[in-house]
């Protein structure tokens, strides 16, 4: 009677394992490259890497665009299509190849990155700028912070850690010294 009962619950068992393994197949994450064009930058694929919208020339002259894996990982972010209120509010474009740090320099798109509609509701945003601001040796929410004025002064100052070196108060005067001889 017992190994029967054990029988029936290892029965059980195997089909709820059966089923949730089901149900986690009937839901598949995102591929990039199964993407659209309309929807492949600013995704993260199921594995947490970023997508990558690519444009190939055909012999026919032909543009064709392609959505691929990079080797980017995004941080604590998988399975991500942006939003298009985020693409609007951040100031971004869906038909983008790639970014640039320079981005971080221009007043207008950094007043959109920085604004609450964009800093405070997409995370994937932002943890893509904020990564490539780190590898420029600027941390964002300090952008951020300096926006308000200058931009390129701000990020002046962050890159030389808030601490600007004032400029000569005169004219500096330099002389020649002579050469010396090789041995």
């Known amino acids: 009677m017992a190994s029967n ?5 290892l029965s059980i068992l195997a089909l709820a394992l059966a089923l949730c393994v089901q ?16 929807v492949c930058a600013f995704a993260v694929s199921s594995a947490g890497k970023r997508c990558v919208l690519e444009k190939h020339v055909k012999r026919t002259g032909q543009e064709a665009y392609t959505c691929r894996t990079s080797e980017i990982e995004a941080d604590k972010i998988k399975n991500w299509i942006e939003t298009d209120e985020c693409i609007k509010s951040c100031g971004l474009d869906r038909e983008s190849f790639g970014i640039s740090s320079d981005s971080l320099l221009e007043s207008h798109f950094t007043e959109k990155l920085c604004s609450p509609q964009c800093y405070d509701s997409c995370p994937n945003v932002v943890d893509l700028y904020f990564n490539l601001a780190a590898g420029e040796g600027v941390f964002l929410p300090k952008l951020c912070e300096a926006q308000g004025g200058n931009v390129r002064r701000g990020m002046a100052e962050i890159r030389s850690s808030g601490l600007v070196a004032p400029g000569p108060i005169s004219p500096a005067k330099l002389m020649a010294a002579p050469a010396m001889a090789p041995y």
Do not use: F, N, R
Not at 5 to 9: A, D, E, F, P
């Open 5 to 9: 009962l054990t029988i029936k619950i």
């Open 23 to 38: 149900a986690d197949q009937a839901t598949p994450g995102v591929t990039c490259e199964d993407l659209d064009q309309d």
